[in-house]
């Protein structure tokens, strides 16, 4: 490990994911207590939104992670990073997708001021989760494809559009299953 910056080695490829993992593991711990301390069993679709959450957090998570890695010139654990991010946002997609097509989709209830606020964030949330999947892949493309001056200039808008969605996103669960 290079103890100057705190960062592991180039032959450490686990380093960010680990980091990433053990952070969206304690958010799933934390935020599943009530469902498993309760006298009943949780059912799958009290946990998929859950594991969702978990998912698109540790996306998150990877995402600064590869932001801060570049920032510090550390190419390596950037394209890792990034790598992983996209792997978590692609099973975040896939579950959501068979929760919604099992499940269907979960109204909000509550009235008042939250109504519009929700809507407001659901809308911006979804126009701009739809908009980042194309980003996201090209901007690795263009990574992958050692194209770094295109890829930085797509990463610029990717990079703030995807973490606004992770945040929402959290938001989004918080104000349907927790309030």
Same mark, same amino acid.
């Given at each position: 490990?290079?103890?100057?910056?705190?960062?592991?080695?180039?032959?450490?490829?686990?380093?960010?994911?680990?980091?990433?993992?053990?952070?969206?593991?304690?958010?799933?711990?934390?935020?599943?207590?009530?469902?498993?301390?309760?006298?009943?069993?949780?059912?799958?679709?009290?946990?998929?939104? #859950?594991?969702?959450?978990? =998912?698109?957090?540790?996306?998150?998570?990877? *995402? $600064? %992670?590869?932001?801060?890695?570049? +920032?510090?010139?550390?190419?390596?654990?950037?394209?890792?990073?990034?790598?992983?991010?996209?792997?978590?946002?692609?099973?975040?997609?896939?579950?959501?997708?068979?929760?919604?097509?099992?499940?269907?989709?979960?109204?909000?209830?509550?009235?008042?001021?939250?109504?519009?606020?929700?809507?407001?964030? #659901?809308?911006?949330?979804? =126009?701009?989760?739809?908009?980042?999947?194309? *980003? $996201? %892949?090209?901007?690795?493309?263009? +990574?992958?494809?050692?194209?770094?001056?295109?890829?930085?200039?797509?990463?610029?808008?990717?990079?703030?559009?995807?973490?606004?969605?992770?945040?929402?996103?959290?938001?989004?669960?918080?104000?349907?299953?927790?309030?």
């Amino acid at each position: 490990m290079n103890t100057e910056r705190g960062i592991p080695s180039a032959r450490s490829p686990l380093g960010p994911i680990l980091v990433a993992v053990a952070a969206g593991g304690a958010i799933l711990i934390l935020l599943s207590w009530p469902l498993f301390s309760a006298s009943v069993a949780p059912s799958l679709e009290d946990v998929l939104p #859950l594991l969702n959450t978990s =998912l698109i957090l540790m996306s998150g998570a990877c *995402l $600064v %992670l590869g932001r801060h890695f570049i +920032a510090q010139g550390c190419v390596i654990h950037h394209k890792r990073s990034m790598i992983t991010a996209a792997v978590f946002a692609a099973l975040f997609l896939i579950v959501y997708v068979t929760r919604w097509a099992t499940f269907g989709t979960k109204a909000f209830t509550e009235q008042g001021w939250l109504r519009p606020f929700y809507l407001t964030i #659901l809308t911006s949330h979804t =126009l701009l989760a739809i908009a980042i999947v194309p *980003l $996201v %892949l090209i901007a690795l493309r263009r +990574a992958l494809k050692r194209e770094f001056l295109k890829h930085r200039r797509i990463a610029r808008w990717t990079f703030p559009f995807w973490l606004y969605v992770v945040l929402t996103g959290w938001v989004i669960y918080w104000m349907l299953y927790r309030l």
